[in-house]
C-alpha cells in the first residue's frame, strides 16, 4: 500500500525559503511520475510541480505551475526515497498545505504539510 507522508512546513517570512520533503512508502518514487499539489485557505487543490520517472529515461522533465516558476524546485532523493520541493522567495500566496502524490492518483492524499507565509 502507497503512503505518501509530507514534512518540512512552517511558518516563514515573505522571501524566505523552506525545503518540504515526502516520504513514500510501498513503491520506488523515482519509477513515477510524481507531483507536488497545494490547497490554499478557500481554495481548490492545485497543481504545484511535477517531475517524470526515471523509467524510460535518465533525464528527469520538472514542470511547474506559473506562479511558482523560477522559486521552486522539484526533486527526488533516491537514497531517502522522497518527493522533495525547495522553495524560494515565498510569499504569502503560498500559504497553503502541501501534499505529494503520484500524478496517475494512486494511493490516498497524505495529511499534508502547512506552509505558512507572514510577517
Known amino acids: 500500500q502507497v503512503q505518501y507522508v509530507e514534512s518540512g512546513g512552517g511558518l516563514v517570512q515573505p522571501g524566505g525559503s523552506l525545503r518540504l520533503s515526502c516520504a513514500v512508502s510501498?513503491?520506488?518514487?523515482?519509477?513515477?511520475?510524481m507531483a507536488w499539489y497545494r490547497r490554499a485557505p478557500g481554495k481548490q487543490r492545485e497543481f504545484v510541480a511535477s517531475i517524470t520517472s526515471r523509467s524510460f529515461s535518465t533525464y528527469r522533465i520538472a514542470n511547474y505551475a506559473d506562479s511558482i516558476k523560477g522559486r521552486f524546485t522539484i526533486s527526488t532523493d533516491n537514497v531517502k526515497n522522497t518527493l522533495d520541493l525547495r522553495m524560494n522567495s515565498l510569499n504569502v500566496e503560498d500559504t497553503a498545505v502541501y501534499y505529494c502524490?503520484?500524478?496517475?492518483?494512486?494511493?490516498?492524499w497524505g495529511q499534508g504539510t502547512q506552509v505558512t507565509v507572514s510577517s
Open positions: 510501498g513503491m520506488i518514487v523515482s519509477d513515477y511520475d
Open positions: 502524490r503520484r500524478i496517475d492518483g494512486y494511493g490516498s
